[in-house]
C-alpha cells in the first residue's frame, strides 16, 4: 500500500519557468491538500479539495495553480516561478471527518 | 477563523525526563486536534488526535496529550523521553465542520543521553 506519493522528489527551476508537481494517494481519499513547509512558519496550506472536480484556495494561494480532474490525483502547478516559492511542498489526504492526514514524503523544490 | 500556536522554538530534555511540548489553538466551534512528528526528510507522521470524548488522548510511541477547553490548550507529553523523540513536533486544529487544518509552526524537540 503506496499510500500518498509525491512526484518528482527533487526540482531545480529557473525563474519565469513552469512546473507540475503530481500528488496521488490510492486510499480512495475524498479529500486531498497541497502545502508548503518553509523554516520557522510550520506547514501553509496553499490549495485543497474536497473531491473530484472541486478545489478551494487555502491561506496562500497566489502564484499557485490546482486540479483535481480524478480523485486518486491532485495536481500543483506553478505557472511562472519566483524564488519565493522555493520550499517543501507536501500534499496530504484525509477520507473525511476528524480523520489524521495522510502525508507524501515531500517534494523539495528550488527556484534560482 | 482557526489558529495553532506553538510558543517554543525548541525544547531540550535529558533522556529518561518527562517532556513536553506546548500548543495553544482558537476555533470558532468545536475543534478537532492533532499531533504529528517530522523527521529529517520526511512527511508528517500522526501521533495522536482529540476528538471527543476523554481530555487524555494516548497514541503512538508512548506519547499522550490533554485536552483543556477552558484553556484552550493540546500540550503534548512523555514520561520518559528517549533520543530517539528528537524530531519536529507539529501541532494541529481542524474546525469540526470545515475541510482545512491549521498547523502550529513546530516545536524542536532535542532529548540529550
Known amino acids: 500500500n503506496a499510500g500518498v506519493t509525491q512526484t518528482p522528489k527533487f526540482r531545480v527551476l529557473k525563474t519565469g519557468q513552469s512546473m507540475t508537481l503530481l500528488c496521488a494517494q490510492d486510499?480512495?481519499?475524498?479529500?486531498m491538500y497541497w502545502y508548503r513547509q518553509d523554516p520557522g512558519m510550520g506547514l501553509r496550506l496553499i490549495h485543497y479539495?474536497?473531491?473530484?472536480?472541486?478545489?478551494a484556495k487555502g491561506e496562500v494561494p497566489d502564484g499557485y495553480n490546482v486540479s483535481r480532474l480524478k480523485k486518486q490525483n491532485f495536481l500543483l502547478g506553478l505557472e511562472s516561478a519566483a524564488p519565493s516559492q522555493t520550499s517543501v511542498y507536501f500534499c496530504?489526504?484525509?477520507?473525511?471527518?476528524?480523520?489524521?492526514?495522510?502525508f507524501g514524503d515531500g517534494t523539495r523544490l528550488s527556484i534560482l | 477563523a482557526q489558529s495553532v500556536a506553538q510558543p517554543e522554538d525548541q525544547v531540550n530534555v535529558a533522556e529518561g525526563n518527562p517532556l513536553t511540548v506546548k500548543c495553544t489553538y482558537s476555533?470558532?466551534?468545536?475543534?478537532?486536534l492533532f499531533w504529528y512528528v517530522q523527521y529529517p526528510n520526511r512527511g508528517l507522521q500522526f501521533l495522536l488526535k482529540?476528538?471527543?470524548?476523554?481530555?487524555l488522548v494516548k497514541g503512538s510511541y508512548g506519547f499522550e496529550a490533554e485536552f483543556n477547553k477552558s484553556q484552550t490548550s493540546f500540550h503534548l507529553k512523555k514520561p520518559s523521553a528517549l533520543v530517539s523523540d528528537s524530531a519536529l513536533y507539529f501541532c494541529?486544529?481542524?474546525?469540526?465542520?470545515?475541510?482545512?487544518?491549521?498547523f502550529g509552526a513546530g516545536t524542536r524537540l532535542t532529548v540529550k543521553p
Open positions: 496530504a489526504s484525509i477520507m473525511k471527518g476528524g480523520q489524521p492526514q495522510h
Open positions: 486510499m480512495n481519499h475524498e479529500y
Open positions: 479539495s474536497v473531491g473530484e472536480g472541486t478545489t
Open positions: 476555533v470558532s466551534g468545536n475543534p478537532y
Open positions: 482529540y476528538i471527543t470524548g476523554d481530555n
Open positions: 494541529a486544529v481542524r474546525d469540526m465542520g470545515r475541510p482545512d487544518m491549521r
